[in-house]
T-cell receptor, first 109, second 113 residues
Framework: DAKTTQPPSMDCAEGRAANLPCNHSTISGNEYVYWYRQIHSQGPQYIIHGLKNNETNEMASLIITEDRKSSTLILPHATLRDTAVYYCISNIEGQNFVFGPGTRLSVLP | ETGVTQTPRHLVMGMTNKKSLKCEQHLGHNAMYWYKQSAKKPLELMFVYNFKEQTENNSVPSRFSPECPNSSHLFLHLHTLQPEDSALYLC????????????FGSGTRLTVV
């Protein structure tokens, strides 16, 4: 079973920031938080990951709370092509990734 | 180009057929995975190979038979499937088992008739 919980769906207006929350209240100290997304009928795509510090790359930013019990993925300027299912996963190296149902993000024109 | 190539993209097969799905990665990764994604369901891990050795079989029925001849290639042999086996089959690879940055292929959409 997935160890994270996410809202099943969210809407975001095109051009606005999309903030996708994830709850991982049972995360252990050596577990990373990973985010992937899956555009319809394609394979999931890696977005970003982090342990304690906030992270940013060309795709998104990841904000992890100080107690590490939750995190937020931020897409700063959502486009229609960001419409996808977003998966938040907590994992340690050596364990296989377990995907939950994710959040279905709809970016609206 | 994701670095993980799956063929065919689409497959329709009868319940008595035998077919194979192929996955190839050119990323130098050591671990490869098969996942199944049924309609409106999360991805389910089926098999894991690490350095060509199978390290996990997630209670998959024997009508699915994986093969990993080397670290770059992974096959899923199918025989006497059921209509409920219709799904998107995804292959992934990573540098080490469970390492970050899984790279997925585009999947094979399988329909069993």
């Amino acid at each position: 079973d997935a160890k994270t919980t996410q809202p099943p769906s969210m809407d975001c207006a095109e051009g606005r920031a999309a903030n996708l929350p994830c709850n991982h209240s049972t995360i252990s100290g050596n577990e990373y938080v990973y985010w992937y997304r899956q555009i319809h009928s394609q394979g999931p795509q890696y977005i970003i990951h982090g342990l304690k510090n906030n992270e940013t790359n060309e795709m998104a930013s990841l904000i992890i709370t100080e107690d590490r019990k939750s995190s937020t993925l931020i897409l700063p300027h959502a486009t229609l092509r960001d419409t996808a299912v977003y998966y938040c996963i907590s994992n340690i190296e050596g364990q296989n990734f377990v995907f939950g149902p994710g959040t279905r993000l709809s970016v609206l024109p | 180009e994701t670095g993980v190539t799956q063929t065919p993209r689409h497959l329709v097969m009868g319940m008595t057929n035998k077919k194979s799905l192929k996955c190839e990665q050119h990323l130098g990764h050591n671990a490869m995975y098969w996942y199944k994604q049924s309609a409106k369901k999360p991805l389910e891990l089926m098999f894991v190979y690490n350095f060509k050795e199978q390290t996990e079989n997630n209670s998959v029925p024997s009508r699915f038979s994986p093969e990993c001849p080397n670290s770059s290639h992974l096959f899923l042999h199918l025989h006497t499937l059921q209509p409920e086996d219709s799904a998107l089959y995804l292959c992934a690879s990573s540098q080490g088992q469970g390492a970050y940055g899984y790279t997925f292929g585009s999947g094979t959409r399988l329909t069993v008739v």
